[in-house]
């Protein structure tokens, strides 16, 4: 019999979605996660994640030319969503982003602490 909910990426998941809404209380709910304990989770999984594309030769580094313009939408996408004054936390986190290269699939996720994945074909969306 398989164990599906031993996987790792199953596990990351339900530790992501934890720890985002955990440390999104606004007073009314349990906070588990200190923002210090998001940031510092959220960089070991960046830290993984940037490794497994960059071995693929997915990960779009963000100081090639070829990738700057890229980098440049991206940004403006990150910098308009940080003007709100709505975001919790927008002050406190990195609001690192990152573009992989895969075609195949169209796909974006977030680490806790304020880490971002784009894959470039969802750009193109």
Same mark, same amino acid.
């Given at each position: 019999?398989?164990r599906t909910?031993?996987?790792?990426?199953?596990?990351? @998941?339900? =530790? #992501? &979605?934890?720890?985002?809404? +955990?440390? %999104?209380?606004?007073?009314?709910? /349990?906070?588990?996660? &200190?923002?210090?304990?998001?940031?510092?989770?959220?960089?070991?999984? +960046?830290?993984? #994640?940037? &490794?497994?594309? $960059?071995?693929?030769?997915?990960?779009?580094?963000?100081?090639?030319?070829?990738?700057? $313009?890229?980098? @440049?939408?991206?940004?403006? /996408?990150?910098?308009?969503?940080? &003007?709100?004054?709505?975001?919790?936390? $927008?002050?406190?986190?990195?609001?690192? /982003?990152? *573009?992989?290269?895969?075609?195949?699939?169209?796909? +974006?996720?977030? #680490?806790?602490?304020? *880490?971002?994945?784009?894959?470039? @074909? %969802? =750009?193109n969306s």
């Amino acid at each position: 019999m398989r164990r599906t909910w031993l996987k790792p990426w199953i596990f990351l @998941a339900l =530790l #992501t &979605s934890l720890g985002t809404t +955990a440390c %999104s209380g606004n007073g009314d709910g /349990v906070v588990l996660f &200190s923002v210090e304990d998001d940031i510092a989770l959220g960089q070991k999984v +960046a830290e993984q #994640t940037d &490794s497994t594309y $960059r071995a693929k030769n997915q990960l779009l580094e963000r100081n090639v030319t070829a990738n700057q $313009r890229a980098y @440049a939408l991206l940004d403006g /996408v990150v910098a308009k969503v940080l &003007s709100s004054n709505e975001l919790q936390y $927008r002050n406190q986190f990195p609001w690192d /982003v990152k *573009i992989i290269k895969d075609d195949e699939i169209q796909n +974006a996720f977030a #680490t806790p602490g304020g *880490i971002f994945t784009y894959s470039r @074909a %969802s =750009l193109n969306s």
